[in-house]
């Protein structure tokens, strides 16, 4: 039985797929969206308990899909999933409505138990 439901939106197929192949290996169900205003409809329509949320995505930025998914009701954990954690981006990430990052790139060994931790404190 699929432990929760984890929306990745990333317009890169290689994250995609690593983000993907991790978290399933370890019992997650996965949705997927290649840019922000797939991740906002998608947020809506599948209702995971997290979305993992690029930040720097074509039409529609991370920032703006955040902030749209966060002014719902019920609405998920978002964690920023970037490459881009300098001071001022960790401040942007986290007024956009972000509940943390996790930075690129995807490290296999910590990317899960970071994922896990998120979900975790969040109850």
Not at 21 to 28: A, N, T
Not at 64 to 85: H, M, S, W, Y
């Amino acid at each position: 039985m699929p432990k929760q439901m984890i929306l990745i939106a990333d317009d890169n197929a290689q994250n995609l797929y690593l983000a993907r192949f991790l978290l399933e290996r370890s019992g997650y169900s996965i949705c997927e969206a290649h840019n922000g205003t797939q991740a906002v409809v998608t947020a809506q329509a599948e209702l995971p308990a997290l979305v993992l949320m690029d930040i720097q995505m074509p039409g529609m930025d991370g920032l703006e899909a955040t902030r749209r998914i966060k002014g719902t009701a019920d609405a998920p954990l978002v964690v920023a999933l970037t490459a881009k954690v300098m001071s001022g981006d960790r401040e942007a990430i986290l007024s956009a409505g972000c509940d943390g990052y996790i930075q690129k790139p995807i490290e296999p060994t910590t990317f899960v138990a970071k994922v896990e931790t998120y979900l975790r404190d969040a109850r």
